[in-house]
C-alpha cells in the first residue's frame, strides 16, 4: 500500500519542527528517511504511525488521510517499531508480542490458535523462538527491539515503519533485520543514521535537512559527495561496494 506524505508541518513547542514535507514509499517498497541529528526524521514518522497530529498537510496511507481512519482500521494498515522503547512492560515476550494482534480482535476476546501460529512465527522471524516466556522487561536493548519488531509483524500490517531500527543491535543482528525487512515485500519507511545500510536497502531515499526535504531518489543518486558535505558536513567517497555492487561511502574519519 502506498504511502504519501503532503506538504506536512509539524509544530512542537511552539516552534515549526519540520514544514513543506512531502515524500513517497510506492507500493512495496522500501523508502529511507536519512539525515543529521535532530534534522526531523523522527518526527515525520510520528505522524506517520499518530503518535504526532500534523499541524498542515497529509499523511496519506492507500490514498486515505490516516486521520480519517478509525484506530482499529488504521492500525491494520500501520504498524510501526517506535523510537520510545519502553523497558516497563511486566509482560512476557509473547505478551508483548500478542499485542500486535490487537487491531483483529472484537473487545474482550482473547488469542485463539491462529492467533498464536502468528505470534510464533513472528519470534521466530526475528530469531527470539526460544524467548517467549521470557519478562520483556529482563532483556537487552537489542533483544527487545527485536520483540517489538516481532510485535510490528504480528500487527500484519499494509505499511511498516522503523525508526532506527538497527539501534543497539550488533553486526550480524543488523545484517539479519536489514535482509528480514527485504524479504518482507511491504511497503517500508524507515529512518537510519547508517548510510551504507540504507544505500543497500532502500528502493529510495529521502534527505532530511533542517525540517525539509532536501534530496529524494535512488540512493546512488542522492548520496553524492557533494550532498554528504552539505548535509552532513563531511568528507566522503562515493565507491561501489566489492561484494555487492551497492553505492558504499567510505567516510574520511580524519576529517
Ligand atoms: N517535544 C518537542 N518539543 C520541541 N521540540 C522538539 C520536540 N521533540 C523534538 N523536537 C525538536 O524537533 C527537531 C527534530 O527532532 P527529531 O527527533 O524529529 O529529529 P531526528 O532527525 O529524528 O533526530 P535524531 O537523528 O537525533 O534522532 C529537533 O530539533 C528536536 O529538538
Redesign the pocket.
Known amino acids: 500500500m502506498r504511502i504519501a506524505i503532503e506538504d506536512l508541518e509539524v509544530v ?2 511552539g ?1 515549526s ?2 514544514s513543506g514535507v512531502r515524500l513517497i514509499a510506492e507500493d512495496g517498497e522500501i523508502a529511507g528517511l536519512v ?10 514518522l ?1 505522524t506517520v504511525y499518530r503518535y504526532l497530529r500534523p499541524h498542515a498537510g497529509r499523511v496519506l496511507v492507500g490514498g486515505t488521510d490516516l486521520r480519517a481512519l478509525p484506530a482499529a482500521e488504521s492500525a491494520r494498515r500501520v504498524a510501526a517499531l517506535p ?1 520510545e522503547r519502553g523497558s516497563d512492560f511486566e509482560l512476557s515476550v509473547r505478551a508483548v508480542v500478542a499485542m500486535g494482534r490487537t487491531p483483529y480482535k472484537r473487545a474482550f476476546a482473547g488469542d485463539d490458535a491462529a492467533d498464536a501460529e502468528i505470534v510464533a512465527a513472528a519470534l521466530a522471524s526475528v530469531g527470539l523462538s526460544g524467548a517467549g516466556r521470557r519478562r520483556f522487561s529482563a532483556l537487552s536493548g537489542g533483544e527487545r527491539q527485536r520483540v517489538l519488531l516481532a510485535r510490528a509483524l504480528a500487527q500484519d500490517p499494509k505499511v511498516l515503519v522503523l ?2 531500527p538497527t539501534n543497539h543491535l550488533d553486526v550480524r543482528h543488523q545484517v539479519e533485520l536489514l535482509s528480514l525487512l527485504r524479504a518482507q515485500r511491504r511497503t517500508t519507511l524507515l ?1 537510519l ?1 547508517d548510510l551504507n545500510a540504507a544505500a543497500s536497502l532502500c528502493d529510495r531515499l529521502h534527505v ?1 535537512h533542517e ?1 525539509a526535504v532536501v534530496a529524494s531518489g535512488k540512493p546512488r543518486d542522492v548520496l553524492t559527495p557533494e550532498l554528504l558535505a552539505e548535509v552532513f558536513g563531511v568528507r566522503a567517497a562515493v565507491v561501489e561496494h566489492p561484494l555487492t555492487g551497492d553505492p558504499l561511502i567510505a567516510f574520511d574519519h580524519r576529517g
Do not use: Y
Open positions: 512542537l513547542s516552534r519542527v519540520v539525515g543529521p541529528n535532530g534534522s526531523g526524521k523522527s518526527t515525520v510520528r523510537q525508526d532506527e529512518s543514521h532530511l525540517g
